[in-house]
């Protein structure tokens, strides 16, 4: 079990608190500071693998080395930002990392239409409606979040990407989908070859909620789009991270059938667990991991990973705010060690059903 920490500056959840909660063996984290594109200086990546070790967790998870948005939209540049990926790739491989979680949704990341709404029972989460999000100007969007996220920077919406983010959505006008597929196997073709030798497993993320917004393509959004992307480069080091919340948001996809089949091909590497809860059919907030609290069946989802003979890594996804917290949305303390707290009864309970 791991637990996402954005580093220090980025992140004020102590290392050593992370350390004590059970079975926590790891972070899983990144270098928020470096912009895009560039590559993850080597000493900047053994500091920060020294930092975690002192508390006796292990860093094999990156979450996220970004994609340049020429990448994406295979631009003529694109050669030059896929070899500081591959550049960081080998730095990383140095430190012993194992993993990369890293998705290629268009210009921005996730979306949500309210990152503290208050439920209840008191606890404060995050919530998506969609109305809000398909009439809501990206822009009026993202300054949103800048005033609800207690001063954090949010992962996916970086100043730096934000900063062109009108005139890079224009560029995807031209971009079928036909091309984004065409541009995303580019990419992995370029990289694949290199997670091999390193061995590091690339795990991308689905997109979040997995439909389009904005006009953008989003296209890691169901099992035949999953199957798709895992064909277009078979290597096993070409993999996806399944994360329950984002995937199922789309009430279509059937997680722990979608589980159990990419997990028995040990494609999935990197499984972002957590519930939510639907208000309407594209309605949800975020709520506690336990499955009473929600519309998936954690049982099921736990089983599927543990039947599939899954061996990738595990983390908790994002939790509420509760007992006063105030921090980075989706990514406080107290909720998330609940969370793994569960997984892990969830997953030593099936376990020890099936001696
Ligand atoms: C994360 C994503 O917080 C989240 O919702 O799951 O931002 C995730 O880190 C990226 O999409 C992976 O590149
Ligand atoms: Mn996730």
């Given amino acids: 079990m791991v637990f996402r920490w954005f580093a220090e500056g980025h992140d004020k959840i102590p290392l050593g608190y992370i350390r004590q909660i059970p079975g926590m063996t790891g972070v899983v984290t990144s270098l928020l500071d470096i912009p895009v594109g560039e590559v993850w200086p080597i000493e900047r990546v053994k500091r920060l693998k020294q930092e975690i070790n002192k508390y006796d967790l292990e860093i094999e998870v990156i979450e996220s080395v970004n994609i340049h948005e020429d990448i994406k939209l295979g631009e003529k540049t694109r050669d030059q930002y896929i070899q500081a990926y591959i550049d960081t790739m080998k730095n990383l491989s140095q430190i012993g990392v194992k993993a990369i979680c890293y998705n290629f949704m268009p210009v921005l990341d996730w979306a949500r239409s309210d990152l503290a709404r208050s ?3 008191g606890s404060k989460t995050m919530s998506y409606q969609h109305d809000y999000i398909m009439n809501i100007n990206p822009r009026n969007l993202a300054e949103q ?10 992962p996916g919406w970086e100043p ?3 900063k062109e983010m009108v ?3 224009d560029k995807y006008k031209s971009i079928d989908e036909k091309q984004f597929w065409n541009n995303i196997k580019y990419f992995l073709d370029s990289v694949i070859p290199y997670a091999e030798k390193f061995d590091i497993k690339m795990a991308i993320h689905p ?3 997995p439909w389009s917004i904005f006009g953008l393509p989003r296209v890691l959004t169901s099992r035949d789009n999953i199957r798709k992307f895992l064909n277009l480069n078979t290597s096993v080091y070409n993999g996806i991270t399944l994360c329950t919340g984002s995937l199922g948001s789309n009430r279509n996809n059937n997680l722990p059938s979608i589980i159990s089949e990419f997990a028995a091909q040990g494609r999935i590497h990197f ?5 939510l809860r639907f208000e309407s059919e594209k309605d949800f907030y975020e709520c506690g991991h336990l499955s009473k609290c929600g519309s998936f069946d954690l049982f099921e989802i736990v089983k599927a990973f543990y039947d599939s003979g899954f061996d990738g890594y595990i983390r908790p996804d994002h939790g509420r705010m509760i007992w006063d917290e105030t921090g980075r949305p989706g990514y406080g303390l107290y909720d998330r060690a609940l969370g793994a707290t569960y997984l892990n009864g969830l997953w030593e309970a099936i376990e020890k059903m099936n001696p």
Avoid: Y
């Fill in 207 to 209: 997109d979040d909620p």
């Fill in 145 to 154: 979040f800048g005033n609800q996220s207690n001063g954090f920077e949010l």
């Fill in 160 to 162: 730096d990407r934000l």
């Fill in 271 to 275: 499984a972002h667990i957590r519930n």
């Fill in 167 to 169: 005139a890079t959505i």
């Fill in 119 to 121: 439920l209840q029972d």
